[in-house]
Every structure is written in structure tokens, then in C-alpha cells.
């Protein structure tokens, strides 16, 4: 099957991730240039997903981190790896690999990206309604409030881990100092410093169980990220 994205590559960064990871990756690899999996210091009893995955064909890469670094330190070395490997690619597309994003959706982001005129940022957003999780909707709200006020950018989902990011912005993103979750926010920080558009689509709200397999701290997590805000005020 013939690449839908042959200017683009998809970075997941992964840990702990369920059987059904391996299914994902292997539906979407035909689509990109490149898939570039993190396994960010997963137990070793989910080596036999991760050896699936690196077998699952040539343009399917692995990066293995011995120990847990963050999800902004996962996402800065497949970057890494990217410019340094992967040339002549338009964009990345980031999704991450606890289920909540869908092959369809994951595709639907990196179309809309290439029909922008201007590099850009493009987000999957989630509606929060009655059936998200009342930790994920509180944050959420809280978070892209104080967005808001500070930047005069309204976005729906700030914390969203699906999006498209233009190759170009890729060096800026590396040398964000934050390497968690808060990650995430730096880089929509940084696009704004950086005059990059942000648009988003909407995309399915998708939680299982709950969100039980996410790693999210909504405490921790959230209170660094607000920091982020602080820091660039």
C-alpha cells in the first residue's frame, strides 16, 4: 500500500503499553513515511509488544530508554532521530499509545495538516462532556482557561496528545527544558513566542476503563503545567 502521508512521519511514545498498541502501529505504518515508537522505560514484561512492533517492517523504528524519562523526553528523541535520520518530511504527527486515539483519527490530524497553506500546528481536540472522567474535564478546564487569559489563544484541548507539528519547528521543540508532561504546553507556548499558527480539529473522546492506563498525575502533572504559564508570564 502506498504511503497517504509520505511527507510525514508518527512519533508514539510508549510505556506500559496494552496488546492492542501493536495493532495500531501495524494499521497506520503503511500510511507514513516513518513510525518511530519510544518505549519510555517500560517494564520488562511488555518486551515481547515492543519486539513485535520493531518487527513489524522497515520503516518501523525503536528507540528503547533503560529508565523512564517523561513524555517530553520520549518526544524529543524520536525528533532527535528523525532529523538526524529521516529526511525530506513535511511533518510529525504525535499519538500516544494508551487508546485514546484512533488510526481514523490520527489520520484525520495529518490531513488537515497538509491542507494548511502556512506550516502549522495542528491539535486533535477531545470534547469534554459527561462521559470524560471528572479529573481529565476539571484540569482541562482550569488549564486552557489560564491559557487564555495569558496568550488570547482559545484552545479546547491544551493538553491533547495528538497533533501535527511542522519538521521545522522540530529544533525548538528539543530544546524545550521540561521533559513530562508539561512538555506539551511549552511547545504550544513556544509556537505562539514563535508566531507558528495553531488550529485544531475535533476528534472521537475516547477512555477506557476510565483512563486507568494513563500516566497522568492530575495533581502533579497539572500543577506543572500551570507552572509552565507562570514561567512564560
Known amino acids: 500500500m502506498a504511503n497517504e502521508f509520505s511527507d510525514m512521519a508518527l512519533v508514539i511514545p510508549a510505556l506500559n503499553p496494552t496488546s492492542a498498541f501493536t495493532e495500531l502501529v501495524n494499521n497506520l505504518r503503511c500510511q507514513f513515511t516513518s513510525v518511530v515508537v519510544v518505549n519510555d522505560g517500560s517494564e520488562t514484561s511488555y518486551d515481547k509488544i515492543f519486539s513485535q512492533i520493531e518487527n513489524l517492517g522497515d520503516n518501523v523504528h525503536l528507540i528503547s530508554?533503560?529508565?523512564?524519562?517523561?513524555?517530553?523526553?520520549?518526544?524529543?528523541?524520536?525528533?532527535?532521530?528523525?532529523?538526524?535520520?529521516?529526511?525530506?518530511?513535511?511533518?510529525?504527527?504525535?499519538?500516544?499509545?494508551?487508546?485514546?486515539?484512533?488510526?481514523?483519527?490520527?489520520?484525520?490530524?495529518?490531513l488537515s495538516f497538509f491542507k494548511k497553506s502556512n506550516p502549522s500546528i495542528?491539535?486533535?481536540?477531545?470534547?469534554?462532556?459527561?462521559?470524560?472522567?471528572?479529573?481529565?474535564?476539571?484540569?482541562?478546564?482550569?488549564?486552557?482557561?489560564?491559557?487564555?487569559?495569558?496568550?488570547?489563544?482559545?484552545?479546547?484541548?491544551?493538553?491533547?496528545?495528538?497533533?501535527?507539528?511542522?519538521?521545522?519547528?522540530l529544533n525548538s521543540c528539543i530544546n524545550i527544558p521540561s521533559?513530562?508532561?508539561?512538555?506539551?504546553?511549552?511547545?504550544l507556548m513556544i509556537s505562539i513566542k514563535e508566531k507558528i499558527p495553531i488550529s485544531s480539529v475535533k476528534i472521537k473522546?475516547?477512555?477506557?476503563?476510565?483512563?486507568?492506563?494513563?500516566?497522568?498525575?492530575?495533581?502533579?502533572?497539572s500543577l506543572k503545567i500551570v507552572f509552565v504559564l507562570i514561567r512564560y508570564s
Do not use: W
Open 179 to 187: 521533559n513530562n508532561y508539561e512538555f506539551e504546553m511549552d511547545m
Open 205 to 221: 473522546t475516547i477512555y477506557l476503563n476510565g483512563n486507568k492506563s494513563s500516566h497522568f498525575n492530575p495533581l502533579l502533572d
Open 65 to 110: 530508554s533503560r529508565h523512564n524519562g517523561g513524555k517530553g523526553h520520549a518526544l524529543k528523541k524520536a525528533f532527535s532521530f528523525i532529523l538526524d535520520n529521516i529526511k525530506g518530511i513535511k511533518g510529525v504527527v504525535t499519538a500516544d499509545c494508551d487508546g485514546q486515539h484512533s488510526a481514523e483519527d490520527i489520520l484525520k490530524v495529518g
Open 122 to 169: 495542528v491539535l486533535g481536540v477531545r470534547e469534554f462532556d459527561k462521559d470524560v472522567p471528572f479529573r481529565s474535564k476539571f484540569g482541562n478546564l482550569i488549564i486552557r482557561s489560564l491559557f487564555h487569559l495569558q496568550t488570547g489563544n482559545f484552545v479546547v484541548d491544551t493538553q491533547t496528545g495528538l497533533r501535527a507539528i511542522p519538521t521545522a519547528f
